[in-house]
């Protein structure tokens, strides 16, 4: 089944290299609506509770230090088709594959500093945008 709400987060090296604005104009202007966004620093609690997934590979430790090293926006998002149109739009984990015009192609400079996230799954966008956002922060 297709929803209609998908949950990003804008990284730290793409927070932190002025790209967040031109990132959410480019959601915009792709169709999405915000339902909810939030600017913020993750602790490592939080880095590791969200990524808990993640715990037992290689990768984690690492990871979690670059998810924390500073702010991200996090927000929902409204669409039809939300989670799929969102993961086209945001463009694959690698920027060197990513499709010209997507958000990895444009802003992120490695495969780990990837500018942003996108929930992978209609059942991942509802617990991610529930980690971040209470019922009174969605509109």
């Known amino acids: 089944m ?3 709400r998908t949950f990003t987060m804008i ?6 290299n002025g790209h967040a604005g031109k990132i959410l104009d480019h959601i915009i202007q792709a169709g999405f609506r915000v339902v909810a966004l939030k600017y913020t620093q ?3 609690a939080q880095a590791e509770a ?5 715990r037992e590979r290689p990768f984690f430790k690492d990871l979690v ?6 702010p991200i926006y996090a927000a929902i998002l409204e669409k039809d088709n939300a989670v799929e149109d969102f993961r086209k739009l945001i463009g694959a984990t690698d920027p060197q594959k ?4 997507t958000i990895r192609n444009r802003f992120a400079k490695s495969i780990d500093a990837n500018a942003i996230h996108g929930s992978d799954s209609n ?7 529930n980690y971040f956002f209470s019922e009174f922060e969605r509109f």
């Open 65 to 70: 230090s670059f998810m924390t090293s500073g």
């Open 11 to 16: 990284k730290p090296d793409a927070v932190a």
């Open 2 to 4: 297709h929803t209609n």
């Open 42 to 44: 993750l602790s490592t």
């Open 98 to 101: 990513a499709e010209p015009g």
């Open 50 to 54: 969200f990524y808990g997934i993640h």
């Open 123 to 129: 059942e991942n966008a509802a617990i991610e945008g």
